[in-house]
């Protein structure tokens, strides 16, 4: 157990960055039916912008909030311009339509601010807290802090405000809300900018947590879309212990002799695991 407690740590500090990434994929998919592919694009683009700031002397807090404001500007204008005139197509083109958004995005920022591996420094490296022989940097409890109280902010918001309400009425039956007097572009809207906060929030954590690289950022979607497929697509709860235990597992996988090279796919496994497990229990009942 002692030799699993710093790659425990280790996992459980990417893995609330994945909790976050999949509470933000489920709120867009309860409001819209859409599954984000660009989530990871976007916030991608958000951590270029705080390096970018951060390089021209700009202070730190103003740089994390161009990086935030920066990647909910991105899912706005995909939410108001392009998602709008897909309304009337299935569920699935609408989810992949945000895939070429994310391609787009992914060869901008090659483009832009080039392919080389960076790192973004946050003044929450610097705190820590030793828990036996292992260091918890402050950016990873920062990660898992942000984790519980956005869920428990969404969940509030799903719950208390009527907002929410209309969410959770579109999520149930979408025609039918808009028949009812639902505002169905409204309520998309706000879906759309806070699923871009949370890609702007994951962005930055990533960035510094693993690296700051286009391809890495923008593949942040797929473990997020494993936790939110545990969490199947509506429990912000089980969205969040998910994407905590994939970050644990792919840490830990490291030390499994002849698999460590293919600990990415573990998001791959658990959401497989997850489909044929609900999928069982679905028939069962």
């Not at 509506?234 to 090279?261: D, K, N, Q, W």
Request: with cysteine.
């Amino acid at each position: 157990m002692d030799e699993l407690l710093p790659f425990l740590m280790a996992g459980l500090g990417v893995g609330a960055v994945y909790a976050l990434s999949g509470v933000g994929l489920v709120v867009l998919y309860r409001a819209s039916g859409v599954l984000n592919f660009a989530f990871g694009a976007i916030g991608a683009v958000g951590a270029h912008v705080a390096w970018s700031a951060l390089q021209a002397q700009w202070p730190q807090a103003l740089a994390w909030a161009a990086a935030v404001a920066t990647a909910m500007l991105l899912s706005l204008a995909y939410g108001r311009l392009l998602a709008p005139r897909l309304a009337a197509r299935d569920a699935t083109i609408r989810s992949i339509a945000t895939l070429g958004l994310a391609l787009m995005l992914m060869a901008f920022v090659e483009w832009f601010w080039g392919e080389q591996p960076r790192r973004l420094i946050l003044p929450t490296d610097l705190q820590a807290i030793e828990l036996g022989e292992v260091r918890l940097t402050g950016t990873r409890i920062l990660g898992l802090a942000l984790a519980v109280l956005m869920m428990a902010g969404v969940g509030w918001l799903l719950a208390r405000t009527r907002i929410g309400l209309m969410m959770r009425a579109l999520a149930n039956d979408r025609a039918l809300s808009a028949l009812l007097g639902v505002q169905v572009l409204r309520v998309d809207t706000v879906a759309w900018v806070l699923s871009g906060a949370f890609a702007g929030v994951c962005g930055l954590l990533l960035a510094n947590i693993v690296r700051l690289q286009a391809t890495v950022l923008t593949f942040l979607v797929i473990p997020a879309f494993a936790a939110a497929i545990l969490g199947r697509l509506s429990s912000l709860p089980a969205t969040v212990a998910g994407g905590l235990l994939i970050g644990m597992l792919e840490a830990c996988a490291i030390l499994l002799p002849g698999f460590a090279p293919f600990r990415t796919a573990v998001p791959f496994l658990m959401a497989l695991l997850a489909i044929v497990a609900f999928r069982n229990t679905t028939r069962a009942a």
